[in-house]
């Protein structure tokens, strides 16, 4: 079974601190994703990587930053938190293969920044 | 652009009873469809998928069919149990990277 972990369940943090969120997979898959679920939303995608070292903006990517420096490792950085981003956050990873598209998610991490 | 919209909730239902949850989607391709679940404290997990239309998903006992004449992929059970109270996302995927989500219904049964 594909295995996507997430380094906490539950995190607080106060405001103006750096948060990391860390996520690995072990399907070495290309494609990595963080997004944030917040209730009447949906999942909103704040960034992706499809390969070591890149990244791409997803819709909301404002007050956050990425890093990808192993394929299975995928780092979410809030620079500088704010209670705007208390939230769960998922992430997910996709095999790059053609046709069958799947994404497996982590168990989220329940973020509250007071 | 792409995107899904799925019924809003939540929806609480007796256990026994006939579900369906709408979703229809807006793509100018040919996009595959999925069905994913979220129970209590946990991540996403794949529900079904559909690949192409006229494909139908299934698992567990719920189906959809995908639907290209009314856009739609909607998720049906004959039977819910009260296992199957989660909230539920319909979502598009037009390629690699791009992964469309609803907005989730939560769904509630009751025994």
């Not at chain 1, 679920?37 to 070591?52: A, H, M």
């Not at chain 2, 709408?22 to 469809?33: D, F, M």
Request: hydrophobic fraction near 30%.
């Amino acid at each position: 079974d594909v295995k996507v972990t997430q380094s906490s369940r539950y995190l607080v943090k106060r405001t103006g601190e750096k948060v990391f969120l860390e996520c690995v997979q072990d399907m070495d898959h290309e494609n990595m994703f963080w997004y944030r679920q917040d209730p009447g939303l949906g999942l909103r995608l704040i960034y992706f990587s499809y390969d070591v070292k890149m990244k791409e903006k997803g819709d909301i990517p404002e007050g956050y930053s990425v890093s990808r420096e192993k394929k299975e490792r995928f780092s979410l950085i809030l620079e500088s938190a704010s209670t705007n981003q208390t939230s769960m956050y998922l992430c997910a990873s996709i095999t790059g293969a053609s046709g069958t598209y799947e994404q497996y998610f982590g168990p989220g991490t329940r973020l509250t920044v007071t | 652009g792409d995107s899904v919209t799925q019924m809003e909730g939540p929806v609480t239902l007796s256990e026994e009873a006939f579900l369906t949850i709408n979703c229809t989607y807006t793509a100018t391709g040919y996009p595959s469809l999925f069905w994913y679940v979220q129970y209590p404290g946990e991540g996403l997990q794949l529900l079904l998928k559909a690949t192409k239309a006229d494909d139908k998903g299934s698992n567990k006992g719920f189906e959809a069919t995908y639907r290209k004449e009314t856009t739609s992929f909607h998720l049906e059970k004959g039977s819910v149990q009260v296992s199957d109270s989660a909230v539920y996302f319909c979502a598009l995927l037009a390629g690699a990277n791009n992964l469309f989500f609803g907005t989730g219904t939560r769904l509630t049964v009751i025994p």
